[in-house]
């Protein structure tokens, strides 16, 4: 679980540095612009996509969304620092993800270019759905994967094992590769989470044209 001071000395290390700039109409980090938005778009966003479930791709397009935008995030901030090793990139990754804002990530384990497994603690959108009898998190899990990719340095995605809206606690998130998830016997969670068949062309495509982290 991160440590509240050194989220603090992270954003002053950013500012002080000049790679967060905040400006009128302009906050940049690290030369990407981002925006202060509340949670509830992104709850709206998994809303629309949870009330249409005849239109399948409409799912996996928003994890799609949500991986490319974590992978090109997290790619930036690898190149910026020099992570050439797994568990720096891990690190940071982990780090950057807590201070996003949509909850506080636990490591249970991690295996380079195989898995992550982790815990998403305090999580605002799940938090929005409880009681729930299914996982949520759409967005998330396509956020996690983009992020897993740029740090495993190999093409993953993620599956939500257990999630906040159902249990009121604590989401859980598998991060991998197809043989990773077939280890961990949770194939079955894969097919009703994510069309692998329908993603996974526009993934090679993406990082095809973007690259993967130049270290």
């Given amino acids: 679980m991160s440590l509240l001071p050194g989220v603090y000395g992270l954003f002053s290390k950013w500012l002080i ?16 612009r981002v925006a202060m938005l509340p ?30 935008i974590s992978y090109l995030y997290i790619k930036r901030f690898v ?68 992020g897993g990719a740029a740090c495993h340095l190999t093409l993953v995605n993620c599956v939500e094992i257990d999630c906040q809206a159902i249990n009121g606690e604590k989401c859980k998130f598998l991060t991998g590769t197809e043989k990773a998830f077939k280890k961990f016997g949770v194939e079955e969670l894969v097919n009703e989470q994510i069309d692998i068949d329908y993603v996974t062309p526009i993934q090679k495509e993406f990082l095809k044209e973007h690259g993967w982290p130049k270290l």
């Fill in 79 to 146: 190149e910026e620092y020099g992570l050439k090793t797994f568990e720096e990139r891990y690190r940071w990754g982990m780090d950057i993800a807590s201070v996003a804002g949509l909850g506080d990530y636990e490591t249970i384990d991690y295996h380079d270019k195989q898995f992550s497994y982790f815990y998403v603690i305090d999580n605002p959108i799940a938090e929005a759905f409880y009681p729930s009898k299914t996982p949520v998190d759409i967005l998330l899990r396509g956020i996690n994967a983009g």
């Fill in 17 to 32: 540095s000049g790679q967060l700039k905040i400006k009128l109409g302009n906050i940049s980090l690290l030369e990407q």
């Fill in 39 to 68: 949670v509830s778009l992104f709850v709206e966003m998994t809303k629309d996509v949870l009330n249409s479930p005849k239109d399948r791709h409409l799912m996996d397009d928003l994890y799609i969304w949500g991986w490319k």
